[in-house]
């Protein structure tokens, strides 16, 4: 059942309507035109068939007009035979023949007529004349070149056959209209099948999506924009599948990672409550306590830079002195090297400028730095080149630890993958950084010996950095 707002009906009303007005425009134009061109046609083929009746009294004229002679009796409008009729006239308007004697009968005079022929009083029967009166259009045409003394001939018919046709035709329009209407009706039923079906089953596919079932999939049979739009609906599915997916496994990845220093905390704290640890065992527990408890905060704050990256938001790149995020990044990260006992050597010239966002830059160096130096033996190393004939800089973050191995290329920018102590977030957030920024993140060895080298392509701009911080 169609219902009243919805799509199908105003399909429906729309062709109904197209069809209505161009009805409406066309009797609107048609109606003046086409009467005008019957009552000009009626005038030529009337004062033909004068011209006929007039040339057959002419040519008998002398010798008397035979019996079985036939004068034309009608004559053909758009193709289709219309009634007309004649008079002959003698020279004093007095009726000597006629084909319609009911209403024109023989020996009375035009002006004596109840239903007259010409329109004017005043005629000059030496040519040919048209008349039009409230009742009929008619053609008075002279017999020979002296029509006092040889008469004229009258042909006429009644505007009713005129009316009569242009109802007709009317008719024909509005069956026409009726044609027109049920063929509307027909490709708007069609229409609404092929746009409304389509439609539907989007709608139930949303609400198939609403439900996490992705693996419902669109057929895209054609190639116009509801196939199109299907595609865009199967593309997006597989996108949300694919995050949610990635939700799943970043919240069991969490639980997993949170649970494991909670519950070494929980363990160790109920052991000073039940005086298990005394003397120096408890300060060694309050010191495994302490170090879980900044674990367990590194992963919280690093679960919620990762959420706020995820997030819509607007981006305000500028460009900045790349030296004074690195400097920054490395007061951060310098009580860390120092409890782990690394060196740490930047080696970043003045003049480079990075295009971005200044806490967002600030929280990839640290991350990059933190990872090196958890991995480090005794060194890490920063530093920066910019990339010829490009609006690049690439920058680099090495340690001198055992490097990555092969799984490591495969899994390191996954949430929560970790070979050894840490979040297991640093590179998964670096990751998202930089391609915010529209740059590369790549990680390979020194040496096969080891050494983890991360490199970052990030955009700049040529020009002079005083004054950039």
């Not at 139930?204 to 996490?212: I, P, Q, S, V």
């Not at 830059?361 to 990872?371: A, D, R, T, V």
């Not at 290329?409 to 915010?436: M, N, P, Q």
């Not at 993140?441 to 040496?447: G, M, V």
């Amino acid at each position: 059942m169609i219902r009243p707002r919805s799509i199908s009906s105003k399909i429906i009303i729309s062709y109904l309507l197209v069809v209505f007005i161009t009805f409406a425009m066309t009797v609107l134009a048609f109606y003046p035109a086409l009467f005008g061109v019957l009552e000009n046609r009626a005038q030529i083929s009337l004062e033909k068939q004068a011209w006929e009746i007039a040339f057959l009294m002419q040519s008998h004229q002398s010798e008397g007009l035979p019996e079985e002679t036939a004068f034309p009796s009608g004559i053909r409008l758009l193709g289709r035979p219309v009634e007309s009729h004649y008079l002959l006239v003698n020279p004093d308007n007095r009726i000597t023949g006629s084909s319609y004697p009911e209403y024109f009968p023989v020996g009375h005079r035009l002006s004596d007529l109840f239903l007259p022929l010409r329109d004017r009083e005043i005629v000059d029967k030496a040519r040919p004349n048209t008349y039009r009166t409230d009742n009929y259009i008619a053609v008075e045409i002279p017999i020979g070149i002296s029509p006092e003394n040889s008469g004229t001939v009258i042909t006429f018919m009644a505007l009713q056959s005129l009316r009569d046709m242009y109802l007709n035709t009317l008719y024909l329009v509005f069956g026409n209209l009726l044609i027109a209407l049920v063929a509307a009706l027909f490709i708007a039923y069609l229409l609404i099948g092929y746009i409304v079906r389509p439609l539907k089953n989007l709608e139930l596919y949303a609400e198939a999506m609403g439900n996490r079932q992705f693996d419902i999939k669109l057929e895209t049979r054609s190639n116009d924009e509801l196939s199109n739009l299907a595609e865009a609906f199967n593309q997006m599915a597989d996108r949300l599948k694919s995050y949610d997916e990635s939700i799943r496994h970043f919240f069991q990845n969490a639980s997993h990672e949170l649970k494991t220093p909670l519950m070494s905390i929980n363990g160790y704290v109920e052991g000073i409550r039940d005086g298990i640890f005394d003397g120096p065992a408890v300060d060694n527990a309050l010191e495994i306590i302490h170090k879980e408890s900044l674990r367990m905060r590194d992963i919280v704050e690093n679960m919620i830079d990762i959420t706020i990256l995820d997030q819509p938001h607007s981006n305000y790149f500028l460009p900045h002195r790349l030296s004074y995020i690195v400097e920054n990044a490395l007061d951060s990260v310098g009580g860390y090297a120092l409890d782990r006992k690394v060196a740490i050597t930047a080696d970043i010239p003045e003049k480079a400028i990075v295009v971005g966002d200044w806490d967002r830059l600030q929280s990839l160096f640290i991350n990059l730095l933190s990872n090196a130096i958890r991995h480090a033996q005794n060194s890490v190393t920063i530093r920066s080149q910019a990339i010829a004939d490009t609006q690049q800089v690439e920058i680099t973050v090495q340690d001198d630890g055992p490097g990555f191995i092969s799984e490591d290329f495969h899994h390191a920018f996954e949430y929560f993958y970790t070979r050894t102590e840490g979040s297991g977030l640093g590179l998964a957030i670096a990751r998202k950084i930089v391609d915010e920024h529209g740059g590369e993140i790549y990680l390979q060895n020194a040496s096969p010996k080891g050494g983890a080298v991360v490199k970052v392509t990030l955009p700049s701009v040529s020009g002079d950095a005083d004054g950039l911080v």
